[in-house]
């Protein structure tokens, strides 16, 4: 899957679709990993969350510019948005590639949640939709990779 892959769209096309295909090989749809970036917004104060959303703002700015990714913008409801923030882009206007994307946006394509309660969130989000995430802003930072491992132990064990 691309980086921005909203659940709602898995739902509605991926899965289908790869079941579809499964079926037309004589395979079960089971048979096929269905691996996804997700963006995620955690820390455990608001400040770092704050933080980490305006990161998440830039990174969904910089793939909403990009005119193969508008169907899926369109597909969650929010049509027209890759139009405004190419003509921003166009503009060298960066910060106001970002404005352009809001916090319905970010609740849709990411998933906000305290270090604590991430591997709810996330299984909340993507169960039935994903078989692997991938933690697409992880960083690399010692401590939040550390973090985000917890984070996957909590997800592997249910």
């Excluded at 509605?12 to 079941?19: G, T």
């Excluded at 980490?52 to 510019?65: C, H, I, K, P």
């Excluded at 609740?107 to 991430?118: M, P």
């Excluded at 550390?146 to 249910?158: D, I, T």
């Amino acid at each position: 899957m691309h980086p921005i892959g909203e659940p709602g769209y898995l739902r509605r096309h991926v899965l289908p679709n790869i079941a579809a295909g499964a079926a037309k090989a004589g395979r079960s749809a089971s048979d096929v990993d269905v691996i996804v970036p997700v963006l995620t917004i955690v820390g455990d104060t608001d400040s770092e969350r704050d933080h980490e959303r305006e990161l998440v703002r830039a990174s969904m700015s910089f793939y909403g510019s990009t005119p193969n990714y508008a169907f899926i913008w369109d597909e969650a409801g929010f049509e027209g948005t890759t139009a405004r923030i190419r003509e921003k882009q166009k503009a060298g206007d960066f910060a106001g590639m970002a404005a352009q994307v809001t916090d319905e946006h970010i609740a849709a394509f990411a998933t906000e949640s305290t270090w604590d309660g991430l591997a709810d969130a996330l299984a909340a989000k993507y169960t039935g939709a994903a078989t692997r995430i991938v933690l697409y802003n992880g960083l690399n930072v010692p401590d939040r990779i550390e973090r985000y491992g917890e984070v996957a132990r909590r997800l592997r064990s249910g």
